[in-house]
C-alpha cells in the first residue's frame, strides 16, 4: 500500500509543478482535467503525508523510551505513544478507503426517476412525498432539481415524474436510492383508522451524454404532442412537449416543461441515453449475479429498500437494518445520517472484497 501511496504522491507533485508553468491554462481543458485529478489526489496525499509524520513521531518515541528517562517523562511518552499508534491505525484504515476503485460515474448529475407503485391514490400520494423529499435534500446541499416531466393526480399526487438533479456529488449520494420504498400509514380517505400499505418506485440513473452511449437517428422516433398542466395560453397553442421511442429497445422518454420541441428532445436524449447505459449494465449485472452482491443491494427497482411508518414515526432501512425515529425530519429532506450510514456500509463491503482478494 505504501509503494502505491508513493507513486500517487509523485503524480500529485508532477501535477503541482504543471500547472505552476506559466503557459499551463494556454489549453483550458487540459487544464481543468489536471487540477480535477489533482483534486480528486489530494485527501489522499494529505492522508499519506500525516500517516508518514507520525509514523516518524512512534519512531522518536520508541528511540526515546529505549533510553534512560525520568519516570514523568517516561510516563508521558508512553501515553503519547499509544496516542500516535492509534491515529496511525486510523490513517492506515483511512487509506485503504481511499485507494477503494472510485465510481466513475460518482460526480455525474443524477436522472431521478419517481413512480407510484401498488396502492392506488394513496402510492400516488407517497411519490409526491418521495419527490419533495428529494427536492428539499438537494437544496440543503446547493443541488438544483429540473422537472423534466410530471403526471399528477386529482388529488396532488403523482403518477409519474423524470428530473434531473445537478450538483456536485449528486450521484455519489442518491445512488443508494434506487428502489421500492413502502409507506405505512392511514390514508386520508380511510373512515376505518386502518393502516394501509403503498409503494412507489425511485430510480437513479447517472446522466449520460449522447456520446458515451451509441445513439443511432434511425433508431428514434420522435413525436410532438401538446404540453399538459399549468402555463398559460403557450401550452394550449403549441405542440412544444417531446416524446423519443427508441425501437431496438421500446423504451420511452418525455419532456414537457421547456418551451420549445429543441429543448425537451435534447433533454429527452439525455434520458435516453441514460436509461440505454442502465440497461446495458443491467445485463452485465445478470451475467455475473452468481458472484457476491454488495451488502447495500444491487439498487434494482424491485427490490424493496426501505419503510416510512407513520404511525411509530420511523424509518426503516432493510439493507443494512438501520431504523431512524425521525420520519419527519428524513421526509423535509435530511437524509444525510441515512445516506452516510450505506455509504460506509458500501465501503466496508468493498474494503473487506479487496483484503480478501489481496489475502
Request: charged share 30%; hydrophobic share 35%.
Amino acid at each position: 500500500m505504501l509503494d502505491k501511496l508513493k507513486l500517487v504522491e509523485d503524480r500529485y507533485l508532477e501535477m503541482e509543478a504543471r500547472a505552476s508553468q506559466p503557459d499551463f491554462y494556454s489549453d483550458p481543458k487540459a487544464a481543468a482535467k489536471l487540477l480535477r485529478e489533482q483534486r480528486e489526489l489530494e485527501p489522499v496525499v494529505e492522508a499519506y503525508r500525516s500517516y508518514r509524520r507520525t509514523e516518524q513521531e512512534l519512531a522518536d518515541l520508541r528511540e526515546m523510551l529505549d533510553g534512560p528517562l525520568e519516570p514523568e517523562m517516561r510516563d508521558l511518552c508512553q501515553e503519547e505513544f499509544a496516542e500516535n499508534r492509534a491515529r496511525l491505525a486510523e490513517l492506515e484504515h483511512r487509506l485503504k478507503l481511499l485507494l477503494l476503485p472510485k465510481d466513475p460515474h460518482d460526480d455525474k448529475n443524477v436522472i431521478l426517476e419517481i413512480r407510484g407503485g401498488v396502492g392506488g391514490e394513496e402510492s400516488a400520494l407517497f411519490a409526491h412525498s418521495l419527490l419533495r423529499m428529494y427536492t428539499m435534500y438537494a437544496a440543503a446541499r446547493g443541488w438544483t432539481v429540473e422537472v423534466l416531466n410530471c403526471s399528477e393526480t386529482e388529488l396532488g399526487g403523482i403518477k409519474e415524474a423524470d428530473c434531473i438533479v445537478s450538483g456536485a456529488g449528486a450521484f455519489s449520494r442518491l445512488k443508494f436510492e434506487s428502489g421500492v420504498h413502502r409507506v405505512q400509514r392511514v390514508p386520508e380517505t380511510e373512515s376505518g383508522g386502518r393502516i394501509h400499505t403503498s409503494t412507489a418506485t425511485v430510480a437513479v440513473l447517472p446522466e449520460m451524454e449522447e456520446v458515451d452511449v451509441a445513439l443511432r437517428p434511425e433508431d428514434i422516433e420522435m413525436q410532438v404532442y401538446r404540453s399538459s398542466g399549468a402555463g398559460g395560453q403557450h401550452i394550449n397553442k403549441t405542440s412544444s412537449a417531446v416524446r423519443l421511442i427508441h425501437k431496438p429497445t421500446g423504451i420511452v422518454v418525455a419532456c414537457q416543461e421547456e418551451r420549445s420541441q429543441v429543448q425537451n428532445r435534447e433533454k429527452c436524449m439525455r434520458m435516453l441515453a441514460s436509461k440505454l447505459y442502465e440497461m446495458e449494465q443491467t445485463r452485465i449485472e445478470a451475467e455475473h449475479a452468481g458472484q457476491r452482491r454488495s451488502q447495500v443491494g444491487t439498487g434494482m427497482r424491485n427490490e424493496r429498500i426501505r419503510t416510512y411508518n407513520f404511525p411509530q414515526g420511523r424509518v426503516t432501512d432493510h439493507r443494512i437494518g438501520l431504523t431512524l425515529y425521525k420520519l419527519d425530519a428524513i421526509l423535509d429532506g435530511d437524509l444525510d445520517e441515512l445516506i452516510d450510514a450505506l455509504v460506509t456500509a458500501d465501503q466496508a463491503e468493498k474494503l473487506r472484497r479487496s483484503e480478501e482478494a489481496e489475502s
